[in-house]
């Protein structure tokens, strides 16, 4: 079946930021236009109809991005589980998610975006709200949890969201690296030993 202008712009886009995101985890900052336009199965021409450039397609890559080895989508747990539960659940997922035979070409991803955008403002400020939107998605599993017999305010929730990526962050990429290895247990006891005063801040 013959797709629309419309479907066909949405391919292309689609392609070009899949093979950038290609490119860039081999050649970071030094990834070439021509060689994402080609491998896309497009001309350069393409590049600039739908993002005006290179720097243009690379921010659009980055706004898909949250981090290959990032939380992404949160395993859908029931509402009204305790707040402790439900961190423990998220740390056995990213334990999970680092183990995988597949960490390691993604963990080299992401210190290729790293190398793009530590040289380009606009991308650094790109990569930084997806970071934030991705650090608030995971807040929302997290606010209105009981723990101590009262809900986790918002602003408790965004606290520890922040300290639970940071620690699994670190974690899961040493387990990675082959530096230790961490058992889903582990994860599970440091994630909970975030659940502090000191972390979470006033109610």
Do not use: C
């Amino acid at each position: 079946m013959r797709l629309t202008r419309a479907e066909s712009k949405a391919a292309n886009r689609r392609a070009l930021i899949d093979a950038a995101r290609e490119v860039v985890g081999r050649e970071g900052a030094n990834a070439k236009l021509e060689d994402i336009a080609e491998l896309a199965g497009l001309t350069t021409g393409a590049v600039y109809s739908l993002f005006g450039g290179k720097s243009g397609l690379m921010v659009a890559m980055i706004d898909d991005y949250t981090g290959p080895l990032d939380l992404g989508p949160v395993e859908e747990i029931a509402p009204g589980r305790p707040l402790e539960e439900v961190v423990v659940t998220i740390a056995r997922q990213y334990w999970r998610m680092s183990a995988d035979p597949e960490a390691a070409t993604l963990l080299l991803f992401e210190i290729r975006v790293m190398d793009l955008v530590l040289n380009d403002a606009e991308l650094l400020t790109k990569l930084n709200t997806a970071i934030n939107a991705s650090q608030a998605q995971l807040a929302e599993h997290l606010a209105g949890r009981e723990h101590a017999g009262v809900p986790v305010t918002r602003e408790q929730a965004v606290r520890l969201a922040r300290a639970l990526k940071a620690m699994l962050s670190g974690l899961g990429q040493a387990v990675v690296l082959g530096v230790h290895g961490s058992s889903e247990e582990y994860f599970a006891d440091v994630a909970r030993a975030l659940i502090t005063p000191g972390v979470l801040g006033p109610a």
